[in-house]
């Protein structure tokens, strides 16, 4: 009876309901499946798949699954831990509200969140647009010709201008001048950068720049101690000395003042935190990057332009796409690939929103408030290190500064503590009742209206008279449109449906595992515990975060096998980064600082060789076979060759390639022998979570791509976060941080210690909900779904690689060459082909030309996977007919994909195919249609004609 009792309340019990949520597949559809790849039963598809070699042997050490209500209560429990303080620390960090029509629309809303970069300009034409507005606004604050859109943080942008200036600069010197009240965040990671790229970093007073005989130079306005100079005659005389100036800047400052642009600043940079983006203990935020017209092509990041589609229309796309790492690889300008775009948006929007009139307003505001706190101070006998400010000012305590900053911090309030003073930055959301609070610790007894009224003789007095903007901005109407909140949720609405997005359709995206982001997973983020926390607040503040970091890091140890984690990096592409470095400092420490040779598969992904040519490493390419995988004679001539100055191979497991390669130990094995170290691209952790794990394949260093295995969501292009596992022997070379010091040495790779802090929450989740039994189990669904695919694809479309037992990991590749040569089909054509049929396009061309590379993930169910299988099933067919000469090469529905509503309205219709075929290709698209926006974008013209910033709006209209 008890025992009955008891298995009742077991199966009625609640902890196992997210793993039916989270994966797509019930037991049914399973049966179903495995009869269609004709396997006995999951483990027997498993075992088919992954070498024994690699497999573990027992379960996951972690504890779960738990509900999602458990789930909540317990990180609820965490969020507690933190304590949310007024905080004025400033130092690049701000509280700003958030317009609550963006939280909701926007930041909380999957319709934005859910969505791939994008790399399908037809079915993203809303963010696309989003990020149009976020380049104009940065462009027009600024005072610059061209901004990008966008990069992972203020110091990570300083240091890619700090490249950009030595590739664009004249001057041969290999020094670079960063002025002395620049972040200390930003110069701790400009010192990594340069150490690792040889560069000398010269620091000293702004004033000391024309002095220096320096390739670049990096001054900050306003200062971080808050004085606002006028910069033009400095950089003059670095121009003089062909020195190229990059000004780091704030924005809502630049509302108010002279923009770094008109002071001949050559690239300025800077974050759009405090544009509604909540402060989240350091991330995620949108860093900017501006500069000159003639600079543009050698500009790093996403670059959003202006083209036209193929009937004329205006139409967006990222341009300028050359640049970029998956096609220059090495010879890449940088190595950004995911950056922040759903940050870049929400920054944009609050300026849609509050337009230049609301965002004057706010900005006058923030600086008289910090006008009457100086002149209070002032009264009461303090002196101001600086006489001018925007909404910074520091204090000159000497030996007050303790007892000031524990009074303080008895009332709950974060001061910003210097050596022998005290800063205090203001925001948007300061408020007459804080002012109150803080003449009460600085003992100023003067009344706050008096004190108004005495500066509003002479408002912009603290801002020296060269320094106050006098040229207009954000005239564009965008900017002047949609003020209301009905105007802004229309707005945000109109462009949310332009766009596809997971709440569409599965997004089966090869090598970026576009699965579920679970509501659950997203609600702690918005929190205040999680999202209202400076990154330099005191430790004690931040228990619940730190808990939360150091538990992530425990269950990231438990599923990767290795010794020690750290969550700074912003991206995989950042976390590439840290993992070499970290790889280098140990061959220093081991008195072997010469190696420098990195061996990458001809399969890697763009960002292995981009990331390692930025810590100066010298990059042999090593071959792949006719099935994909690494050429075991070629890796062991390569080792032979290098031995003696081999630093480490780049792998992915599963390779690029989507096959689990039988030999990745022997690989690791040679490496070592040799003296290297294994890198293992984690890109690819969602076929092994649970199964085998880079420790057990014997790898030293990966990044995980937390917004892909472990569902953060893409953002439409970020944020991401690239934390990297390693050994035990590499722990001690982890990326460190200025403010915190917490672990390793500084050799910081973020502005921040945990870099995208508030979303970490999601990953957590995650992991806790499944527990060890769910994830292993999403691992083999994934598996068992791209297993799937390829066998109902198979008769069809020719696969390109396949493991030993003919079984794929957990993606696929469909060769469309073979294809292509016999029709004249290409997979463009198919991939846009697909938009009609209500689909995004799998990755096009990677990692092979020519191919569409399918990752279902397993969120997916059985109908989605059908559908998807029947719609690439009826493309053939379809394809079958240009073939046969059924539909000439050059006017048949696949080389005319996507199909738009204007299409089937048009008047006039002279294709060999009817209008139904074109625009409702499957009965289920009859039932539920998804729109692409614009027919298909000419993105030669948009490189050839380069407009990257808003047209007039009577061309959306047209
Ligand atoms: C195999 C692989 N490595 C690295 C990366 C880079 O990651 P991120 O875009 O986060 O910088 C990607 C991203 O798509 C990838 O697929």
């Known amino acids: 009876m008890t025992d009955q009792n008891h298995s009742l309340i ?40 992954i070498p024994a070699a690699i497999r573990l042997n027992q379960p996951l050490n972690l504890p779960g699954p738990v509900s999602e209500v458990d789930m909540l209560r317990e990180i609820q429990r965490l969020a507690r831990q933190n304590n949310v303080y007024r905080t004025f620390i400033g130092q690049g960090y701000y509280n700003t509200h958030t317009p609550n029509v963006i939280q909701r629309n ?24 989003a990020l149009l507005n976020f380049q104009q606004m940065v462009t027009v604050l600024t005072g610059m010709d061209i901004a990008n859109a966008s990069l992972l943080d203020e110091a990570t942008a300083a240091a890619e201008a700090m490249t950009l200036c030595k590739r664009a600069g004249k001057n041969k010197s290999k020094a670079f001048f960063v002025a002395d009240d620049v972040h200390p965040q930003t110069l701790a990671v400009l010192k990594t950068r340069a150490e690792f790229i040889g560069f000398d970093i010269v620091t000293g007073p702004a004033d000391a720049l024309p002095q220096h005989d320096v390739f670049g130079a990096l001054l900050q306005y306003p200062g971080t101690t ?82 036209v589609d193929s009937k004329g229309n205006q139409a967006l796309r990222m341009a300028m796409q050359t640049r970029e790492q998956h096609i220059r690889r090495e010879k890449a300008t940088s190595n950004i690939c995911t950056a922040q775009a759903l940050l870049a948006n929400m920054a944009a929007f609050y300026a849609v929103y509050h337009g230049p009139e609301g965002l004057r307003k706010i900005a006058r505001r923030t600086h008289h408030l910090t006008a009457i706190f100086a002149r209070g101070l002032i009264k009461a006998g303090y002196q101001l290190q600086h006489q001018s400010f925007f909404d910074t000012i520091t204090i000159i305590t000497d030996d007050k500064t303790e007892a000031l900053y524990t009074r303080a911090s008895e009332a709950e309030i974060n001061l910003r503590k210097l050596e022998g003073k005290l800063g205090i930055s203001l925001d948007e959301t300061a408020t007459t009742a804080d002012l109150e609070a803080l003449f009460g610790i600085f003992n100023i007894t003067d009344d706050i209206q008096s004190l108004s ?68 997973e997203m609600i702690p983020i918005s929190w205040p515990e999680f999202a209202s926390i400076h990154p330099f607040v005191p430790a004690e503040q931040t228990q619940g975060y730190a808990a939360l970091a150091n538990d992530l890091k425990v269950k990231l140890c438990a599923i990767t096998g290795y010794d020690a984690f750290s969550l700074q990096p912003n991206s995989g592409a950042s976390g590439e980064y840290a993992g070499l470095i970290a790889i280098q400092r140990y061959h220093q420490s081991n008195g072997e600082g010469h190696r420098n040779v990195c061996l990458i598969p001809a399969s890697a992904h763009g960002t292995n060789p981009a990331s390692a040519s930025m810590v100066s490493m010298k990059i042999v390419v090593v071959k792949c076979d006719e099935a994909g995988n690494i050429d075991m004679t070629d890796l062991g001539e390569k080792i032979e060759k290098h031995k003696d100055a081999l630093s480490c191979i780049m792998i992915t497991y599963p390779s690029t390639h989507g096959v689990y390669e039988e030999q990745v130990k022997t690989v690791c094995e040679m490496v070592h022998a040799a003296g290297g170290q294994v890198y293992l691209d984690g890109a690819n952790m969602n076929a092994q979570v649970g199964l085998t794990s880079p420790g057990t394949i014997g790898s030293d260093v990966s990044h995980l791509n937390l917004h892909k295995t472990f569902s953060i969501p893409h953002g439409g292009g970020g944020p991401g976060m690239g934390p990297i596992g390693v050994k035990s022997h590499l722990a001690p070379f982890l990326p460190g941080h200025v403010e915190n010091g917490v672990e390793g040495n500084d050799y910081a790779v973020a502005a921040a210690d945990l ?30 779904n791209a297993n799937y695919i390829m066998e109902r694809l198979l008769p069809h479309y ?32 198919i991939a846009k082909r697909l938009m009609d049929y209500g689909f995004h396009a799998p990755t096009m061309s990677f990692p092979v030309a020519g191919t569409l590379m399918v990752e279902p993930t ?78 298909r974008v000419d993105n030669v013209y948009g490189d050839r004609h380069l407009v990257c910033s808003c047209p007039p709006i009577d061309s959306y209209e047209s």
Request: with cysteine; proline share 5%; charged share 20%.
């Open 453 to 520: 009224a005495e500066i509003a003789q002479d408002e912009l007095k603290a801002i020296p008279e060269a320094c106050q903007r006098e040229s207009a901005f954000l005239t564009h109407p965008v900017f002047n449109s949609h003020h209301s909140e009905t105007q802004m949720m229309r707005y945000l609405k109109r462009l949310e449906n332009k766009d596809f997005s997971l709440t569409h359709g599965m997004i089966p995206l090869g090598s970026c595992t576009m699965k579920l982001n679970a509501a659950a």
């Open 798 to 829: 020719p696969i390109l690689y396949r493991g030993n037992n003919g079984r794929v990991a957990h993606e696929c590749i469909v060769d469309i060459r073979p294809i292509k040569e016999a029709s004249g089909i290409s997979e463009e054509d």
């Open 106 to 129: 926007v930041l909380e809303n999957p319709g934005w969140y859910t969505a791939y970069t994008p790399y399908q300009p037809e079915i993203s034409q809303g963010r696309l647009e």
């Open 226 to 307: 808050g004085e606002v100079r006028d910069l033009s005659s400095l950089i003059l005389q670095a121009h003089e000395n062909k020195t190229l100036v990059t000004v780091a800047t704030d924005l809502l400052a630049s509302i108010m003042l002279k923009p770094a642009g008109e002071m001949g600043a050559d690239v300025v940079i800077g974050s759009s935190q405090r544009f509604g983006v909540p402060v989240g203990f350091g991330g995620p935020h949108a860093a900017f990057m501006a500069t000159r017209d003639k600079y543009k092509r050698t500009m790093p990041g996403r670059v959003i332009g202006v083209s």
């Open 755 to 784: 870099g995208s802090a508030s979303i970490l929450p999601i990953s957590w989740a995650y992991i806790t909900m499944l527990g060890a039994s769910g994830l292993t189990h999403a691992t083999r669904l994934a598996i068992l």
């Open 858 to 935: 397993e969120s997916e169910d059985l109908a989605e996977l059908d559908r998807f299988c029947d719609a690439m099933i009826a493309i053939k067919a379809e394809i079958d007919k240009v073939q046969k000469g059924e539909w000439p090469l050059e006017d048949n529905p696949l080389v005319n994909a996507p199909h738009t509503q204007v299409d089937l309205g048009s008047t006039e219709w002279d294709h060999p195919y009817s209008r139904e075929l074109a625009c409702f290709p499957s009965a289920q698209t009859k039932a539920s249609k998804y729109w692409p926006t614009v027919n």
């Open 10 to 49: 077991t199966l009625l019990s609640t902890e196992n309901e997210f793993i039916t949520r989270h994966n797509g597949i019930d037991s049914t559809a399973q049966r179903t499946m495995l009869n269609t790849v004709k396997a006995e039963s999951l483990n027997d598809l498993i075992d088919q798949t």
